[in-house]
C-alpha cells in the first residue's frame, strides 16, 4: 500500500501497547479492501490526553480505538457518546465527524458476535463471569441485554464483584444477579451452561495459571477464555480434557475491531464481517 497525502490516519492510544494485534486487525482489513487507510499506534501517558486529543482534530484523524487504562478517562474529552458505551460506562472506539468526537464500545458487541459464529444462544442461560474489570463489565452488560436467566459476577477482590453487580443491577433491575469471590461459594455449579474467563490469570508470562478449578460442573459446560495469547490457555486445555466446548478471545478481538471498522466507515456491519475468516488466518500467525 502506499501511503500519501490522500491516506487517512486511524490509530489506538493506551499505555503499554506494544504488544497490541489492533495494527495487524486493522491493516490487514484495508489491504484486503484496498482502503487508503493506515492505522497506527500511539503509547502515551495520561496527563497528555488532552492535548493528544486537540491534535486528532487538528490532523482530521477519522477515528481511533482506545484501550487500557484510558477507556473511562476518555469520556471526559468527548462531544457524544453512544447508549451503549453510557451503560458499560466505557469507550473504546471514536469516530471523528467533522471534528465532533462520537464514543462507542465495540467490546460487548464483539463478544456477542462471537457466540453467534458459535451457534451459541444465552437466553434464559446460567452465565458465571471471573473477573470484574472492563471486559468483565461490557461482556455482562451485554449479557444482560440477552436476556440471561442468571449472571454470577466472581472476583479475587469480592468488593470489585459487588461494585459490578450492583451497577448492573442498576441499570437492569430485574436481572438475576449475584457477586461472589474465586472459591464460588455462592455459585450453584451444576446449573452453570458457560464459564467466561474475564481476568488476565493465564496470560503471558504466567501462562501456567489457571482462575478456578472446573469440578463440579455440567458436563455440557461452555468454557469461553477471552484471553487470546497464548491462543490455548491452560484453563481452555483444562476444559478440553473435561469434554467441555471451548472458545479463546481471538474471534471476540476481531470483531471489535470489524465493529470499528464498520463505524467509521458508515458501512452495514454485514459487508464488513465478510473479511474475518481472511484476517482470522493472518493473525493466527502472530498468536501462539
Known amino acids: 500500500m502506499e501511503i500519501n497525502w490522500e491516506t487517512r490516519l486511524f490509530c489506538l492510544i493506551g499505555h503499554p501497547v506494544s504488544k497490541s494485534l489492533s ?4 491493516n490487514e482489513f484495508y489491504k484486503i479492501n484496498n482502503l487508503n487507510n493506515v492505522y497506527l499506534v500511539f503509547d502515551i501517558k495520561e496527563d497528555n490526553i488532552e492535548n493528544i486529543i486537540q491534535s486528532f482534530k487538528a490532523m482530521n484523524i477519522q477515528g481511533f480505538n482506545i484501550t ?4 473511562i478517562k476518555i469520556m471526559d474529552y468527548l462531544d457524544e457518546i453512544s447508549k451503549e458505551a453510557k451503560l458499560i460506562g466505557a469507550v473504546n472506539t471514536v469516530k471523528n465527524e467533522n471534528g465532533k468526537l462520537i464514543g462507542y464500545n465495540t467490546d460487548g458487541l ?8 458459535n451457534n451459541i444462544n444465552v437466553k434464559n442461560k446460567n452465565i458465571l463471569i471471573l473477573g470484574s474489570g472492563g471486559a468483565a463489565n461490557a461482556i455482562s452488560t451485554s449479557l444482560a441485554l ?14 470489585n464483584s459487588r461494585k459490578l453487580v450492583m451497577k448492573i443491577g442498576r441499570q437492569f ?7 461472589g469471590d474465586l472459591s464460588l461459594n455462592n455459585v450453584k455449579k451444576e446449573e ?3 464459564v467466561i474467563n474475564c481476568t488476565s490469570v493465564g496470560m503471558y508470562p504466567n501462562i501456567e495459571e489457571i482462575p478456578i478449578s472446573l469440578e463440579e460442573f455440567p458436563k455440557n459446560l461452555i468454557v469461553y477464555d477471552i484471553i487470546y495469547k497464548p ?3 491452560n484453563f481452555l486445555e483444562m476444559a478440553e480434557e473435561r469434554g467441555y466446548y471451548t472458545i479463546n478471545g481471538l474471534s471476540m478481538l476481531i470483531n471489535q475491531g470489524l465493529y470499528s471498522q464498520s463505524i467509521w466507515l458508515d458501512e452495514n456491519f454485514k459487508n464488513i464481517f465478510k473479511n474475518f475468516e481472511e484476517i482470522r488466518r493472518t493473525l493466527e500467525i502472530y498468536v501462539e
Not at 487500557?68 to 477507556?71: A, G, L, T, V
Not at 464483539?110 to 459464529?117: A, I, R, T, V
Request: proline share 7%; no cysteine; glycine share 4%.
Open 23 to 26: 495494527p495487524n486487525i486493522h
Open 68 to 71: 487500557i487504562p484510558y477507556k
Open 110 to 117: 464483539g463478544f456477542m458476535k462471537s457466540l453467534e459464529g
Open 146 to 159: 440477552a436476556d440471561v436467566k442468571k449472571l454470577y459476577i466472581n472476583n479475587r477482590n469480592i468488593d
Open 173 to 179: 433491575p430485574n436481572i438475576n444477579i449475584e457477586y
Open 192 to 194: 452453570i451452561h458457560m
Open 231 to 233: 491462543r490455548k490457555t
